[in-house]
C-alpha cells in the first residue's frame, strides 16, 4: 500500500530516552585528555579549541587549503596552500562569493539555518575539522566524513547551523567530520575561453588531497575517508567518481537528492557577454580574462546577479571541460572510467516542497501540494541504475519524515535538505523539541553513515544492527528513513514501488 511511504508527523509527548541520553552526553565531564590541540600539517601549525558545552570535540576551524584565489589566480586552478607560520583554528573564516538574490521563500524566510549567512570573501578557500577529543595517538585511526554543501553551485559554505556535526561528534566519538568552501558561480565555474575548468570543482581535489596529507595529525585515517554530498554538492560528489578513476583517494562516495546534472557544453559566450557590460569589450580572449580578473569582485559578483533572470539556476556552472565533469558519462562506464567505490544515494519524498512560494502567514499549502521530486529523485534514480548495470556497489535510500522542527508547516515535510539535520545531530536545536521517533531516525541514519565510512566495501550496519541491503537489478531494495507509519526508524522496502510513487516515471 502506498500509505506505507506515507509519511506523517508523530506528535508524541516530550522525549524521554534519545533525547535524555543525547544531553547526558553532551553534558558529562570531558573524557580523557588526547592530545594537544596544535598540529602541524602542510599549511601551517595549527591550535584548535574546545567549546565548553561539548567537552568531548576537538574543533578546528578556519584552516587554508589553498592559496587565496585573488587577482591573476581568480579563475585558475587551486594552488596549494603554503606552509605559513603558528595560527589560531578557532573562527570561521568567510565564505566564498555568493549569489546575492532576493533570499525569499522557505528556507531564507522560514527555516534560515539550512542556509550559509556568514561573511563573504574572495579569500575563502578554508576546511573545518570536528573529532573527538581522545585522538587515537595510537595506530588506529578514526574515518573521516567530508561534506559537500549543494546550493546550485552559486551559493553555500563550510557552516550553516544544521551542517555543523559537533553534537554528533560529541555523541558518538566515532569519525572525524570536514566541511569546506570552494568557489562558486562565476569564480568557481566561469567559462572563459582563457579560462575554461571547473576550478570550484577543482578546490574539492585539493581538499581531499590536503586531507590524504594532514587528517592523521588530527586522528583521522587518510584511507577510510568517504565524500559526502548533498543537491549541487551531490552533483560534485557523483562527477568526482567519474573524474578520478584511478585515484580517488576517497574510498567511498555518498550522494543525494541530485543525479549528474545536465552539462552545459561552454559557457564562453555568457562570460563574453558579461564582459561587454563590465567594462572589459572588444579583447582577445586572454585580455578580456585579464580584465575581468582585475574587477573589484563584490562588483563582478552583483554584476552576475544583474545578468541573471532565472532565480533558481546560475549563469555559471560546471562545464564538460574534460578534466572533472565530462560530457559522456555512459562512455566512461562503458570503458571502466570511473573510480570503483561504492555509493550510498537517495532523496526525499516531498523534494519540491522546497522550491514552492513560501508565504510566512499561510496556513494551508499553496498548488501544487502533490508529493513528486521529478529530477532531483530521478537523477539518483537513474545513476543507481547505471551503477548496478556495471557491477559497482551501490546502496538507496528515501527519507520520508516529516518532523515540526526542522520542516514547521505540516505540507513541507520530507522537502529538499530535511535530512540533513537528522544525519549532522542538529535537528532539535531550532523550533523546539525532537520526538522520541525523530531522535531514533537520527541515530538510524547517523550510525548507517559512520558504518559506511569506517568500512564501504561491507553493507552497513545501523545502531540496531539492522543491515543495508546493496541495491541491484534483482534485489530493488531501498532502505526507507523516518517514515512514521512503516515498521520502524529505518526498513528496507522495494526500489521501484517507491521510484513510481515518489519520482513518478523517469
Not at 531514533?440 to 559512520?450: D, I
Request: hydrophobic residues 40%; neutral net charge; proline residues 8%.
Amino acid at each position: 500500500m502506498w500509505s506505507r511511504f506515507l509519511a506523517v508527523s508523530l506528535l508524541l509527548a516530550p522525549l524521554t530516552g534519545a533525547q535524555a541520553t543525547a544531553e547526558r552526553v553532551s553534558q558529562r565531564a570531558p573524557g580523557p585528555p588526547g592530545q594537544s590541540l596544535t598540529v602541524k600539517t602542510s599549511s601551517g601549525t595549527f591550535t584548535g579549541f574546545i567549546h565548553p558545552s561539548l567537552p568531548d570535540t576537538n574543533q578546528w576551524l578556519g584552516i587554508p587549503y589553498a592559496r587565496p584565489p585573488i587577482g591573476a589566480r581568480r579563475f585558475m586552478p587551486p594552488e596549494k596552500a603554503p606552509k605559513n607560520g603558528t595560527h589560531d583554528a578557532k573562527a570561521y573564516k568567510p565564505i566564498c562569493l555568493q549569489d546575492t538574490g532576493d533570499k525569499v521563500g522557505v528556507f531564507w524566510e522560514l527555516v534560515p539555518e539550512y542556509q550559509n549567512r556568514d561573511a563573504e570573501s574572495e579569500d575563502c578557500l578554508y576546511l573545518n575539522i570536528w573529532g573527538p577529543r581522545a585522538r587515537n595517538p595510537g595506530p588506529k585511526k578514526l574515518p573521516v566524513i567530508i561534506w559537500v554543501v549543494g546550493g546550485g553551485f552559486k551559493e553555500g559554505g563550510g557552516h550553516a547551523d544544521y551542517y555543523v556535526p559537533d553534537r554528533w561528534i560529541q555523541r558518538t566519538q566515532t569519525h572525524l567530520v570536514v566541511t569546506f568552501n570552494y568557489r562558486l558561480n562565476i569564480f568557481g565555474f566561469p567559462g572563459s575561453p582563457a579560462a575554461n575548468k571547473n576550478v570550484g570543482l577543482m578546490d574539492m581535489r585539493l581538499v581531499i588531497e590536503w586531507l590524504k596529507d594532514n587528517i592523521d595529525g588530527f586522528g583521522g585515517d587518510p584511507k577510510r575517508m568517504v565524500l559526502w554530498g548533498h543537491s549541487a554538492g551531490s552533483n560534485a560528489v557523483l562527477m568526482y567518481g567519474y573524474a578520478n578513476p584511478q585515484k580517488p583517494i576517497v574510498s567511498g562516495l555518498i550522494a543525494g537528492s541530485s543525479g549528474t546534472p545536465t552539462i552545459t557544453a561552454n559557457s564562453s559566450a555568457v562570460f563574453h557577454n558579461l564582459a561587454q557590460v563590465i567594462g572589459c569589450a572588444n579583447l582577445t580572449s586572454a585580455a578580456e580574462l585579464a580584465c575581468v580578473q582585475a574587477i573589484d569582485p563584490f562588483v563582478l559578483r552583483d554584476a552576475v546577479d544583474a545578468f541573471n533572470t532565472n532565480p533558481f539556476r546560475g549563469l555559471f556552472r560546471p562545464i564538460a571541460d574534460g578534466v572533472t565533469v565530462f560530457g559522456n558519462l555512459t562512455d566512461r562506464l562503458e570503458k571502466g572510467q570511473i573510480a570503483k567505490i561504492p555509493l550510498i544515494a537517495g532523496y526525499t519524498y516531498n523534494e519540491p516542497a522546497a522550491f514552492l512560494a513560501f508565504d510566512p502567514n499561510a496556513t494551508s499549502p499553496p498548488a501544487p501540494t502533490v508529493p513528486g521530486t521529478e529530477g532531483l529523485a530521478c537523477g539518483i534514480k537513474r545513476e543507481a541504475l547505471a551503477r548496478v548495470k556495471y557491477g559497482l556497489t551501490t546502496y538507496r535510500y528515501l527519507f520520508s519524515g516529516n518532523f515540526t522542527n526542522t520542516t514547521p508547516r505540516y505540507w513541507l515535510g520530507g522537502m529538499h535538505c530535511s535530512e540533513l539535520p537528522l544525519v549532522f545531530g542538529t535537528h532539535h536545536l531550532f523550533r523546539g523539541n525532537s520526538t522520541e521517533f525523530e531522535w531514533q531516525t537520527s541515530f538510524a541514519m547517523e550510525s548507517f553513515w559512520v558504518a559506511f565510512a569506517s568500512n564501504p566495501d561491507v553493507n552497513p550496519k545501523n545502531h540496531l544492527g539492522q543491515v543495508w541491503p546493496k541495491f541491484s537489478a534483482a534485489n530493488g531494495d531501498i532502505v526507507v528513513f523516518g517514515n512514521a507509519t512503516g515498521p520502524s526508524q529505518s526498513y528496507s522496502a522495494n526500489a521501484e514501488a517507491a521510484d513510481k510513487f515518489y519520482a513518478g516515471f523517469c
